[in-house]
């Protein structure tokens, strides 16, 4: 038989292993807050870059101008019904010249085509279908008249990535930009979002624009009239963490040139490099992340010179869930799309030959996102109950907290001053006041319970779990301050 | 504690009170900015109704009062440059009687030599707005010559837009060509600015560029010109080794409705890009009464790339004629094109939905 457990924890080998293992998770903890804190460093001039690129290419010079590009907008959409048509009416109110609006019904067992259908006069039209890329078949296609822009393809079911590329396949401008069908776009948005086309029109192979919460705020026919951050806590966290985990990290992987995601909810790219690539990727449920690595992975075999980058100006607004059941099959999802992602373009780890991206970004993902999760979650159990059994001492129980909680809260806060300071999202000191209480207070269990959805997620990605997991959506319009 | 934990502890607690410092300097920021925003805005809204009068011409430049603070001027510069946007010109010249009025001008003329960029690149957009004034226009002109990019492409800009400032164009494009500053379709928007004053000078430049990208510029801003006479030298880059020279050649050639080329223009419809063969394709649905051109439509509607196609069947089925009738006849064996020649149909028709 085994020793009695108050021997072999005073046992040598497994103090030691202890110590060192609560020293590994110490370590990684501090060089990842100290690297997320680096990338807030690495944000700043990005933001005043962005600044500045703004002030010159003004709106009303890009309204005004032949040189704003067309763009068709893509609009994937599945059992959608209950924000659909606010979306399409959202997006047809877009200050831009001249874009085109292709909304793809993916077999939605909802009302959502009929609803489209209704609210825009739609009727059946011929369309031609190339099949450049792969995608279930085209059931009907719908137009009218009165909004020559507005196209609906109905097609049987696919999945997301399976609707964006019929969209891309069906086409027509030279620059296509995905936008969630649950997502509301700023007027603004597109415009704004363009720019980097506009300055570099050769190179630039993809644009990401910012993803906002809109629970809190006050929308009306499609529109944010009134920004405000959401009351309910597990809302107010996500709003935070969009402004650190996003839109920071964005701004600073566009600053050193390695960008490998541009969300799904709002991105705009070259065309003829997408259908190129073979469109989305199936099978995979991080299509947006995967399309990126794939396109940063072509540009650099073919030797294209190229730049993909995150504009901070242009706000496309979304639907948070506001249940836990729901954000945690958002938040599992997210992590088996990343460890989908990485695991398909595994050799592109530490290879020079892919620039940053294969030598700073995607190693950056499996050490942080996959390996540091599950040592933080370990960290969490194991550090204190170490220290209860009277193996870990208590300097070391409050220096591993003070790194777990003090400098996430500073990495909270340090993110979310800098996006309002540049950006000037909220207006209103009580709501900054409140932004602040959410950046401080979502470390005490919001990022601890994002860490157990990860390794959650990852233990899924290993267990070959596939699909999306139901999404139940309130719309916009019933919010508290829903108007 | 162990000296290495004791550092962790007091740099984790010192980070957290500097963020918290910082998150109170934000909010006390954002009380500043709130009272300067409400102040700008009671600034413009008092001097809207003040400038209204003047710009409908009821009441003379001269009774607005100066402006004495940087600020002050800078809110009303901000509600003048919105007037002229919004307006698109149509107070143009009393604006620039305003401007010179309040100090608009002399306030341009120091900002250009601003030690920073953005500032220059402010007082270069604000001389653009600006009446005629030599001062003025040597000061963009100088400012053609800045060490950085962006205050080049502005000056350029302004000066695209002051037509009478009489600055030749080769030294706006030298300007440009370093850093990269041709690459913006700024500088598309700029380069077309001057092209109805400067159509001889296009056609010089473009016989000497050596990049394709001017090459582009110079082709695009002929065509916005509308100068016949200068096809020929048009015509001259349709075999260029870059494909986006020979597409804006034909694109430049459409524009001009020039037909005497079309046989240049069909040698170009096995060109291996298909973007050269989508610009012959518009090309030769612009010249539809050309017997040749609806050829080359017929030819191209059976092209490898769908957009090509896709555009000369939509040719073809406006312009009718015996090219249509053979391909509406020819199309069965082909799925594709014959969705093609179905949706042409359906979107050449006017009583059915155009998509």
């Given amino acids: 038989m085994t020793s009695p457990p108050v021997e072999w924890t005073q046992s040598l080998w497994f103090t030691e292993g202890v110590w060192l293992t609560s020293m590994i998770i110490l370590i990684i903890q501090c060089s990842q807050n100290s690297i997320y804190l680096?990338?807030?460093?690495?944000?700043?001039?990005?933001?005043?870059?962005?600044?500045?690129?703004?002030?010159?290419?003004?709106?009303?010079?890009?309204?005004?101008?032949?040189?704003?590009?067309?763009?068709?907008?893509?609009?994937?959409?599945?059992?959608?019904?209950?924000?659909?048509?606010?979306?399409?009416?959202?997006?047809?109110?877009?200050?831009?010249?001249?874009?085109?609006?292709?909304?793809?019904?993916?077999?939605?067992?909802?009302?959502?085509?009929?609803?489209?259908?209704?609210?825009?006069?739609?009727?059946?039209?011929?369309?031609?279908?190339?099949?450049?890329?792969?995608?279930?078949?085209?059931?009907?296609?719908?137009?009218?008249?009165?909004?020559?822009?507005?196209?609906?393809?109905?097609?049987?079911?696919?999945?997301?990535?399976?609707?964006?590329?019929?969209?891309?396949?069906?086409?027509?401008?030279?620059?296509?930009?995905?936008v969630d069908a649950d997502s509301l776009l700023d007027s603004d948005a597109l415009i704004r979002a363009v720019r980097p086309f506009i300055d570099h029109p050769e190179t630039t192979l993809a644009v990401g624009g910012t993803i906002r919460v809109a629970n809190g705020c006050t929308v009306l026919a499609g529109q944010v009239l009134e920004v405000r951050p959401p009351r309910h806590w597990l809302e107010l966290f996500q709003a935070v963490e969009y402004l650190r985990a996003f839109l920071l990290t964005r701004m600073a992987w566009t600053r050193s040139d390695s960008v490998t995601i541009i969300s799904g909810a709002f991105g705009i790219f070259r065309r003829d490099t997408l259908l190129e690539l073979g469109g989305y990727a199936h099978g995979t449920v991080g299509e947006d992340m995967e399309l990126v690595v794939r396109m940063q992975r072509w540009a650099a075999e073919k030797g294209v010179n190229h730049s993909v980058c995150h504009v901070p100006d242009p706000v496309c607004w979304t639907e948070a869930p506001s249940s836990l059941k729901v954000l945690s099959r958002q938040r599992t999802r997210?992590?088996?799309?990343?460890?989908?992602?990485?695991?398909?373009?595994?050799?592109?780890?530490?290879?020079?030959?892919?620039?940053?991206?294969?030598?700073?970004?995607?190693?950056?993902?499996?050490?942080?996102?996959?390996?540091?999760?599950?040592?933080?979650?370990?960290?969490?159990?194991?550090?204190?109950?170490?220290?209860?059994?009277?193996?870990?001492?208590?300097d070391f129980f409050l220096a591993y907290f003070a790194v777990v909680f003090s400098f996430g809260m500073c990495l909270s806060l340090s993110a979310m001053i800098l996006a309002e300071y540049t950006l000037e999202h909220e207006r209103k000191v009580r709501d900054l006041i409140w932004l602040g209480v959410g950046a401080i207070v979502e470390n005490l269990g919001y990022r601890q319970l994002n860490t157990w959805w990860r390794v959650k997620g990852i233990w899924q990605f290993l267990r070959n779990k596939k699909g999306w997991g139901e999404m139940t959506r309130r719309g916009f319009n019933e919010r508290p301050h829903g108007g | 504690m162990k000296p290495a934990l004791l550092i962790l502890l007091v740099i984790s607690l010192a980070l957290l009170g500097i963020a918290v410092v910082l998150w109170m300097f934000l909010l006390l920021h954002r009380m500043v900015d709130n009272c300067r925003t409400t102040w700008r805005k009671h600034i413009a809204d008092?001097?809207?109704?003040?400038?209204?009068?003047?710009?409908?011409?009821?009441?003379?430049?001269?009774?607005?009062?100066?402006?004495?603070?940087?600020?002050?001027?800078?809110?009303?510069?901000?509600?003048?440059?919105?007037?002229?946007?919004?307006?698109?010109?149509?107070?143009?010249?009393?604006?620039?009687?305003?401007?010179?009025?309040?100090?608009?001008?002399?306030?341009?003329?120091?900002?250009?030599?601003?030690?920073?960029?953005k500032a220059r690149v402010h007082g270069c957009a604000l001389l653009g707005w600006t009446g005629l004034n030599p001062n003025v226009d040597f000061a963009l002109e100088h400012c053609l010559r800045d060490a950085d990019g962006q205050v080049r492409v502005e000056a350029a800009y302004s000066l695209s837009i002051r037509q009478e400032c009489g600055v030749a164009l080769h030294a706006v494009l030298e300007s440009l060509r370093e850093g990269g500053c041709l690459e913006s379709e700024r500088v598309r928007d700029i380069v077309r600015k001057f092209a109805p004053t400067h159509v001889r000078e296009l056609a010089g430049?473009?016989?000497?560029?050596?990049?394709?990208?001017?090459?582009?510029?110079?082709?695009?801003?002929?065509?916005?010109?509308?100068?016949?006479?200068?096809?020929?030298?048009?015509?001259?880059?349709?075999?260029?080794?870059?494909?986006?020279?020979?597409?804006?050649a034909v694109r430049t050639l459409e524009k001009l409705a020039d037909p005497a080329h079309m046989e240049q223009v069909a040698a170009l419809t096995t060109d291996t890009d298909p973007k050269v063969r989508l610009a012959v394709a518009e090309y030769a649905f612009s010249m539809g009464r050309n017997a040749g051109a609806r050829y080359l439509l017929w030819q191209l509607a059976q092209d490898v790339n769908f957009d090509v196609q896709r555009v000369a069947t939509r040719g073809l089925a406006t312009l009718k004629g015996d090219f249509w009738e053979r391909l509406r006849e020819g199309c069965h064996q082909d799925a594709l094109l014959e969705s093609l020649v179905e949706e042409a149909l359906e979107a050449a028709s006017p009583t059915l939905v155009r998509s």
């Avoid at chain 1, 290879?351 to 294969?358: A, T």
């Avoid at chain 1, 970004?361 to 390996?371: G, Q, T, Y």
């Avoid at chain 2, 919105?82 to 010109?89: A, C, K, P, S, T």
Wanted: hydrophobic fraction near 45%.
């Fill in chain 2, 205 to 248: 430049l473009l016989a000497q560029a050596d990049s394709a990208r001017e090459k582009v510029l110079l082709l695009d801003a002929i065509s916005v010109a509308a100068d016949l006479a200068q096809s020929g030298v048009v015509a001259a880059q349709l075999t260029h080794p870059a494909p986006s020279v020979r597409a804006a």
């Fill in chain 1, 334 to 394: 997210w992590q088996r799309g990343l460890c989908e992602t990485l695991w398909r373009h595994r050799n592109m780890l530490f290879r020079p030959r892919f620039g940053r991206v294969g030598m700073l970004a995607l190693p950056s993902f499996v050490i942080f996102d996959i390996i540091s999760p599950l040592l933080e979650l370990l960290g969490l159990v194991l550090v204190p109950l170490c220290y209860l059994a009277g193996i870990l001492s208590l």
């Fill in chain 1, 38 to 178: 680096f990338n807030i460093f690495l944000a700043l001039p990005e933001f005043i870059h962005a600044r500045a690129r703004a002030s010159r290419l003004s709106e009303w010079w890009m309204i005004t101008s032949e040189a704003t590009p067309p763009v068709s907008i893509l609009v994937p959409a599945y059992n959608e019904e209950a924000t659909i048509v606010e979306s399409v009416r959202s997006m047809l109110t877009l200050r831009y010249p001249e874009y085109e609006m292709i909304i793809v019904n993916d077999g939605s067992k909802d009302q959502t085509l009929e609803r489209l259908i209704a609210a825009f006069n739609l009727r059946p039209v011929k369309r031609a279908i190339p099949h450049r890329l792969s995608y279930q078949q085209v059931l009907g296609v719908y137009a009218c008249h009165d909004l020559p822009n507005l196209v609906v393809v109905d097609k049987s079911n696919g999945g997301k990535a399976d609707a964006l590329n019929a969209a891309s396949d069906m086409a027509s401008h030279p620059y296509v930009c995905s």
């Fill in chain 2, 46 to 117: 008092e001097w809207l109704e003040r400038l209204l009068p003047v710009l409908e011409n009821l009441e003379p430049v001269a009774g607005l009062p100066q402006i004495q603070s940087h600020a002050k001027l800078e809110a009303v510069l901000a509600l003048v440059g919105d007037l002229n946007e919004r307006f698109r010109g149509q107070y143009r010249e009393r604006l620039k009687e305003v401007l010179v009025h309040i100090g608009g001008e002399d306030y341009g003329l120091k900002l250009v030599h601003h030690r920073h960029a």
